[in-house]
């Protein structure tokens, strides 16, 4: 099982690849992050859970125009085929309209919507095929339509639910491929990127139970759904 995870170096995206290494009898998991200590750190936790699953450790920033030219050839190298791709990494900007920049405005969509085109353009000659692949867009219910939405966040709001928009386009696109794409539209889970936007606020789910959740639905979803954007919350916030 090949699988990579962006937003590696903390929050879900950290405890998700532990649970991978959990879950899988063997493999190898591409972690991507701009912070390279947590990396390390990482994969030293996932070797003493698991020493049959490889934790790669891939330092990128994947809001750069230049991630294909400069990692390509490392995919390449490290998977044949990747079986699941977990577009988890997220960047969130608090600040009412008024006070928001054109700057501010471009990071956030950067990171939340088009890393997303990047990663699966370049991925897309290793997906599916004879073996399917499942890519898994994480949004939030602040991207969800008809969920409570919250001052502040329209710039990160906006760019998650056009991340959910974007998978079903993208599961139309790759129907005849053998490549199913779904979102999931997390509520709270103790994050700092929660703390950020509500401080002081107790999250009903801790990070670890939420990739667990996310970890499970990558593995088994595609037998069910494809297309699908999936609200996932016990509450918003």
């Known amino acids: 099982m090949n699988i990579i995870v962006t937003g590696a170096s903390q929050g879900i995206g950290y405890e998700l690849v532990k649970d991978f290494c959990r879950q899988l009898k063997?493999?190898?998991?591409?972690?991507?992050?701009?912070?390279?200590?947590?990396?390390?750190?990482?994969?030293?936790?996932?070797?003493?859970?698991?020493?049959?699953?490889?934790?790669?450790?891939?330092?990128?920033?994947?809001?750069?125009?230049?991630?294909?030219?400069?990692?390509?050839?490392?995919f390449q190298s490290e998977m044949l085929h990747v079986d699941i791709l977990i577009n988890n990494a997220g960047l969130l900007v608090k600040k009412n309209l008024s006070d928001l920049s054109e700057e501010d405005i471009y990071r956030v969509y950067n990171v939340n919507v088009f890393s997303i085109f990047r990663l699966v353009k370049l991925l897309k000659p290793q997906m599916g095929g004879e073996k399917q692949t499942h890519i898994v867009n994480i949004s939030s219910m602040g991207g969800f339509q008809g969920s409570a939405k919250f001052a502040g966040l329209s710039a990160y709001s906006s760019s998650k639910g056009a991340a959910a928009?974007?998978?079903?386009?993208?599961?139309?696109?790759?129907?005849?491929?053998?490549?199913?794409?779904?979102?999931?539209?997390l509520g709270a889970a103790q994050t700092k990127m929660l703390e950020e936007a509500f401080?002081?606020?107790?999250?009903?789910?801790?990070?670890?139970?939420?990739?667990?959740?996310?970890?499970?639905?990558?593995?088994?979803?595609?037998?069910?759904?494809?297309g699908k954007i999936l609200p996932v919350s016990l509450s918003t916030p």
């Open 199 to 226: 401080p002081g606020y107790k999250a009903p789910l801790t990070a670890e139970q939420m990739a667990n959740f996310i970890s499970n639905f990558s593995l088994k979803g595609s037998n069910l759904f494809n």
């Open 26 to 74: 063997s493999g190898k998991i591409i972690a991507l992050s701009r912070n390279a200590e947590n990396l390390e750190q990482l994969k030293t936790e996932c070797g003493a859970i698991n020493s049959s699953v490889s934790v790669i450790p891939v330092v990128a920033d994947i809001s750069s125009v230049i991630l294909s030219q400069t990692h390509s050839a490392l």
């Open 165 to 185: 928009i974007l998978t079903e386009c993208l599961a139309e696109e790759f129907k005849n491929d053998n490549i199913k794409v779904n979102c999931l539209a």
